[in-house]
């Protein structure tokens, strides 16, 4: 089983920055790519950013953006915590939502989520 626990979030004004984290335990040599999803409200969940952990198809921590974050959010990986962490800066009103950690685990039928954390950006 693999567990993962999230931090981060909360409240910041327009331009802003914050540091989401989420840690992964148990069998975390199952865990093919780690990322983050989001969920506003009235919209259906998306795919933020993720980075590949130990698939063996792709480079070690190749990453994924969606297009609204390039330039402004960094997925990146801390192999001695085993975690995965999405910096976030210039932060918009249209990027509050609650943020999904998620885990991809080889052999999987479907992603691993963590519990959410709320993102809120005012304007």
């Known amino acids: 089983q693999v567990q993962l626990v999230e931090s981060g979030g909360g409240l910041v004004q327009a331009g802003g920055s914050l540091t989401l984290s989420c840690a992964a335990s148990g069998s975390i040599w199952k865990i093919k790519a780690m990322g983050w999803h989001r969920q506003a409200p009235g919209k259906p969940r998306e795919l933020v950013a993720a980075?590949?952990?130990?698939?063996?198809?792709?480079?070690?921590?190749?990453?994924d953006l969606i297009d609204s974050a390039k330039g402004r959010f960094t997925i990146s990986k801390d192999d001695a915590k085993n975690a995965v962490n999405l910096q976030m800066n210039s932060l918009r009103p249209e990027d509050t939502a609650v943020y999904y950690c998620h885990a991809e685990i080889y052999g999987g039928d479907s992603l691993l989520w963590g519990q959410g954390t709320q993102v809120t950006v005012s304007s």
């Open positions: 980075i590949s952990v130990g698939d063996m198809t792709a480079p070690n921590g190749s990453i």
